[in-house]
């Protein structure tokens, strides 16, 4: 039995807008000012850039190979197994870390005295939502990036005339770490648009995928970075780098900076629902590549298992909530993001690397921009925090490990999902 295709256009456009709109401004806003300063904003822009660069190259590899999985699939085909197995085995730890950052995020913003019973719980609740099948997360993640957008909305209409706003907050001085700073800003907020991934490793269950996924993932990208450049102004504007660097939750702060203080409250109602939106998706896209892993016995295959009335990958929806679940029970949100962000750029760099060896027949996109995506996620990946990048590269060195440990076990044919 398999997963049945039931996601349109419009469908895969919300789960990648689920997957994004929030992530980067409510949780990695504050860790890439500190790292670039007010150069945030350019900062920004070179995230965009490497983001767009893999987007295209998903997309076009997403039509071909039109299964769940992503750049797990991609790369076996297009590289070769150990490619294909790091690429997974590098994107579930690193969306693993993605979701206990977004927990712990959603917790923090909620109720910050009861951060980690309120994490673990929404774990175990939205892991129940993915186990009842993907039209309701598709549905729910529709209602929560409807109401993330109208918060914003308002956070932004607050900054602007909050009567605080000092143009001079826009001149563009970078932080202590000058252009190597610039680059670990870029890193850190490239977190925030990793969320297209999620409509590609849900490929298995979107309806004419060769048209759909291109389509909704240049969508979803460009409607994120709008939305990201205009809150990321508004905030410089109102209350200017520093503030922002100092603060854990610096939308609230640029609020606060001005007359409309009051509407801070709502920023935090947002920032929390946001969490919940990615944290919906990312489980869901986490457990698809497992199913896809463990059908090919690169993960146990009994996680291969469809369930046989909600067509979802039961069993591995429930092992991933209970992961990270326990991650979320002793999770920091910061250190999370580094080593998420590592992982997750080592897994795009796979990707373009895959699409670099499509033929021109298969392109759909110029080649050139799969090596320029290759070239920004090593450079943003090794541009990050030294512990991200020293335990992100412990995590590529255990899955090398592994690998090649089941070379030499005997080997067996696909699991065959009941």
Not at 151 to 176: C, D, Q, T, Y
Not at 228 to 243: K, R
Not at 263 to 271: E, Q
Not at 310 to 335: E, M, N, Y
Request: glycine content about 10%.
């Amino acid at each position: 039995m398999s997963v049945v295709r039931r996601l349109g256009t419009f469908d895969a456009i919300v789960i990648g807008l689920g997957s994004m709109i929030g992530a980067g401004v409510f949780a990695a806003i504050g860790p890439a000012t500190v790292a670039a300063g007010s150069g945030v904003l350019l900062a920004l822009a070179l995230a965009a850039v490497v983001a767009y660069c893999n987007a295209t190259s998903s997309a076009q590899l997403a039509a071909i190979y039109p299964e769940s999985g992503g750049t797990y699939v991609y790369g076996r085909e297009q590289l070769g197994p150990v490619w294909g197995y790091l690429a997974g085995f590098g994107f579930v730890f690193g969306k693993l870390a993605s979701c206990t950052a977004m927990a712990m995020t959603f917790a923090y913003y909620a109720a910050p005295e009861y951060a980690k019973p309120l994490a673990v719980g929404a774990v175990l609740i939205l892991t129940f939502v993915n186990y009842r099948g993907i039209q309701k997360t598709a549905l729910v993640t529709r209602v929560i990036v409807s109401v993330v957008l109208c918060v914003l909305a308002i956070a932004v209409f607050a900054m602007l005339s909050g009567g605080a706003v000092r143009s001079e907050n826009l001149s563009p001085v970078m932080g202590n770490g000058g252009a190597y700073g610039l680059l670990q800003a870029a890193g850190l907020l490239f977190f925030a648009f990793a969320g297209y991934a999620r409509i590609a490793t849900l490929a298995g269950e979107v309806v004419d995928p060769a048209r759909t996924i291109p389509r909704a993932v240049t969508v979803a990208l460009s409607i994120t970075l709008v939305i990201y450049a205009l809150v990321a102004v508004s905030a410089l504007l109102a209350a200017g780098a520093p503030a922002l660097a100092a603060s854990k939750a610096p939308l609230a702060t640029a609020i606060e900076a001005g007359q409309w203080a009051a509407l801070a409250p709502i920023v935090r109602v947002g920032a929390a629902i946001a969490s919940l939106g990615v944290l919906l998706s990312l489980i869901a896209g986490v457990s698809r590549t497992a199913l896809a892993m463990a059908q090919r016995h690169d993960l146990p295959s009994w996680l291969a298992a469809i369930h046989p009335r909600f067509q979802v990958p039961h069993r591995a929806d429930v092992v991933i909530g209970l992961i990270v679940a326990s991650a979320a029970a002793v999770a920091d949100v910061r250190t999370s993001i580094g080593f998420s962000s590592f992982l997750v750029l080592i897994y795009y760099a796979i990707t373009n690397a895959s699409a670099w060896t499509l033929s021109d027949k298969e392109r759909l996109w110029p080649r050139a921009l799969s090596a320029l995506g290759f070239l920004g996620c090593v450079t943003l990946a090794l541009s990050l925090p030294v512990a991200s990048v020293i335990a992100g590269s412990v995590i590529v060195l255990v899955g090398l490990v592994i690998h090649a440990l089941r070379a030499i076990l005997p080997r067996r044919g696909p699991a065959q999902p009941k």
